[in-house]
C-alpha cells in the first residue's frame, strides 16, 4: 500500500481506550499516533498497550490544536458523526492521512472540526467505542487502499487453486 497514515484522538481520558487504539494502529501499520489536549493519565499508556507500540511508531503528545504538526501533504481527516460528514464507505482516504477521533462521551471540538479537510462518519445507529470507531477507519483504508481485488458475487471466498495435493488431503483421486 502507497502513502502513510497517523491517528490519534482528541481529549481522550481513559488509559485502555488510549492503549487500545494505539496497538490497533501498530496492528495496522500506522506510521505514528498523536493525541490533542489529552487527559495527564493516559498520555502514558504503557499497561494497557500490550503490543509495546511507543517501541514501533512515533507518539506525539500535543497540549493543544494549536501545537498540531502534521508532515507536509498529510489531510486531517476527523471522525465524527455531523450532517455533513461522508459516510466512511463513501469515503476516499487520502493516500497521507492523519484520523482523529473525538473523546470519550462527547465529539470533536468545533476547532478541530474547522482544521480537518474531510470529516467521515461510520454509518451506525449510534457512537461506538472510539478504540473500535479507530479499528473501524483503519480496516477501512486498508481495504479500499490496500490492493485487495473485489469481493466474489456469491458468499464465501474465492476458491482455493485445485492442485494435485490439496485434493490428495481431501480424499480426493
Known sequence: MRGFFGIGAEDISKPMNLGALMRTAH?????????INAHPKVREAYNSDTSRSFEHMPYYAWDS???????KGCALVGVEMTEDAVELPRFQHPSAAAYVLGRERGSLSPALVERCAHVVQIPTKFCVNVG?????????RLIALGGYPARPIMPGGPPPEMSEAPRQRRGAS
Not at 27 to 35: C, V
Not at 65 to 71: A, G, I, S, V, W
Request: charged share 15%; hydrophobic share 60%; glycine share 8%.
Open 65 to 71: 490544536l494549536d501545537e498540531l504538526r502534521l508532515p
Open 132 to 140: 473500535l470507531a479507530g479499528a473501524i477507519v483503519m480496516y477501512d
Open 27 to 35: 496492528a495496522f501499520g500506522a506510521s505514528f499516533f498523536f493525541t
